[in-house]
């Protein structure tokens, strides 16, 4: 009996443990995203292009910081994640100073 009741709590436990983890993933996706994709938007000089980094990395940490997630939003996390990737990967151009 009491295995039976460990095992009930244990699975109680886990989708609000998810529920928590969506809640950060959607709040990343409401904030932070938007905020990434405005400092994106401004980079012309090099400290822009230090802001859009530094956006980009705290989407990147916040989204670490959720879990666990539902299957459901694991997906919205992982494009996020991959938008993110793309947005703190300086490319050459942006970090060396014109000829």
Same mark, same amino acid.
């Given at each position: 009996?009491?295995? @039976?009741?460990?095992?009930?709590?244990?699975? #109680? /436990? /886990?989708?609000?443990?998810?529920?928590?983890?969506?809640?950060?993933? /959607?709040?990343?996706?409401?904030?932070?995203?938007?905020?990434? &994709?405005?400092?994106?938007?401004?980079?012309?000089? #090099? &400290?822009?292009?230090?802001?859009?980094?530094? #956006?980009?990395?705290?989407?990147? &940490?916040?989204?670490?910081?959720?879990?666990?997630? @539902?299957?459901?939003?694991?997906?919205?996390?992982? #494009?996020?994640?991959?938008?993110?990737a793309?947005?703190?990967?300086?490319?050459i @151009? @942006?970090?060396?100073?014109a000829?």
């Open positions: 009996m009491l295995a @039976s009741a460990s095992a009930f709590l244990a699975l #109680a /436990v /886990v989708p609000a443990a998810a529920q928590a983890g969506d809640a950060g993933v /959607v709040r990343a996706q409401r904030t932070l995203y938007p905020a990434a &994709e405005r400092a994106a938007q401004r980079a012309t000089t #090099a &400290e822009g292009f230090q802001a859009s980094y530094d #956006a980009a990395r705290d989407l990147q &940490e916040a989204l670490r910081a959720a879990a666990p997630l @539902s299957p459901r939003c694991a997906t919205l996390r992982a #494009a996020l994640d991959r938008y993110a793309g947005r703190s990967t300086p490319s @151009s @942006s970090t060396r100073p000829a």
